[in-house]
Nanobody, 129 residues
Framework: AQLVESGGGLVLAGDSLRLSCTAS????????MAWFRQTPEKKEREFVA?????????RVADSVQDRFVISRDNAKKTVYLQMDKLRPEDTALYFC??????????????????????WGQGTQVTVSS
């Protein structure tokens, strides 16, 4: 399986970005997908948002509530992260990840990085003040 993230960049505080993640495997359509982020200062990947296989339910971290929205298009095997009102503290390497522990079509959302696997290189988001 392969996940290819794109859409990152260098922006000013208050700007918007939309990240995309396209999967190569058809199994994408059956699994919860999530976005995590990581900075050099933290070893652990931080949960940002997740969406179940059919779009319901979806969850976002408290730190991005009312600013970030996750969505997916199973026909395109792509998951998106719309990021508005970006802040300098959103600066990180963003990874798209697929559930590998909860199973297909469960409708369960986990915020634990242990329940997901990333096969992509990530996309860098840098927010300047």
């Amino acid at each position: 399986a392969q996940l290819v993230e794109s859409g990152g960049g260098l922006v000013l505080a208050g700007d918007s970005l939309r990240l995309s993640c396209t999967a190569s495997a058809d199994t994408f359509t059956s699994y919860t997908m999530a976005w995590f982020r990581q900075t050099p200062e933290k070893k652990e990947r931080e949960f940002v948002a997740a969406i179940s296989w059919n779009g319901v339910p979806r969850r976002v971290a408290d730190s991005v509530q009312d600013r970030f929205v996750i969505s997916r298009d199973n026909a395109k095997k792509t998951v998106y992260l719309q990021m508005d009102k970006l802040r300098p503290e959103d600066t990180a390497l963003y990874f798209c990840e697929q559930d590998t522990r909860l199973g297909p079509r469960t409708g369960i959302i986990s915020r634990s990085a242990n329940d997901y696997t990333t096969w992509g290189q990530g996309t860098q988001v840098t927010v300047s003040s």
